[in-house]
């Protein structure tokens, strides 16, 4: 099975950079991803990483490291409307050749402050 | 550009009732799709997936069903909601099978009374 763990709540000043972790475990792994998910609303796309190292886009990268498990998505110059949750998701082997699934972490819920 | 839409967005059903939420997806042509649920402090929950029309899988067992009448529609079912069903259900489409990027509706609230 899959088992993705990230921190539950985080805050963080505006104008600051935060780092949010992800930790996972998994077989046939397939690629990493990042939502962003404001309250109330539904998840949208943030990145996706399939090799190790370094994402930029705009003020939000993400990384990976595939020996260990391990991403994180980080913020950069936090504005107001970066409060939302963070969600981890991995896809990994399903069954069958060519079959895929996607696990969401549970999500971290970042709180920017003035 | 592709588009997904799913209603209603919120409704509040007593115990016992039937359920019907329906998505839509424009755009694109024989999209992979998906509905997910998401309960109060707990991640997102895969409920079904489809890769074409009448091909359904279930991920949990449950109480509820999913139809793919036509290539871009997808409908989620219940004919008697239990409390336990309350939360956010979100209906979201793909290219690739299953482990690609996955795009959501608007999520349909739903409040079982």
């Known amino acids: ?114 | 550009s592709q588009t997904i839409h799913q209603w209603p967005a919120t409704l509040v059903q007593p115990v016992g009732s039937p359920l019907s939420l329906e998505c839509t997806v424009e755009g694109t042509s024989n999209p992979n799709l998906y509905w997910y649920r998401q309960a109060a402090g707990r991640g997102l929950q895969l409920l079904f997936y489809s890769v074409g029309i009448g091909q359904i899988s279930s991920e949990v067992p449950q109480n509820l069903s999913a139809s793919r009448p036509q290539d871009r529609q997808f409908i989620l079912s219940s004919k008697k909601l239990l409390l336990s069903d309350s939360g956010f259900y979100l209906c979201a489409w793909s290219v690739s099978p299953r482990g690609g990027t996955i795009y959501f509706g608007e999520g349909s609230w739903l409040t079982v009374v």
């Open chain 1, 1 to 114: 099975g899959q088992n993705i763990d990230q921190p539950t709540e985080m805050t963080a000043t505006e104008g600051a950079i935060v780092q949010i972790n992800c930790t996972y475990q998994t077989s046939g792994f397939n690629g990493l991803f990042w939502y962003q998910q404001h309250a109330g609303e539904a998840p949208t796309f943030l990145s996706y990483n399939v090799l190790d190292g370094l994402e930029e886009k705009g003020r939000f990268s993400s990384f990976l490291s595939r020996s260990k498990g391990y991403s994180y998505l980080l913020l950069k110059e936090l504005q107001m409307k970066d409060s939302a949750s963070y969600l981890c998701a991995v896809s990994s082997a399903y069954s069958g050749a060519g079959s895929y699934q996607l696990t969401f972490g549970k999500g971290t819920k970042l709180s920017v402050i003035p």
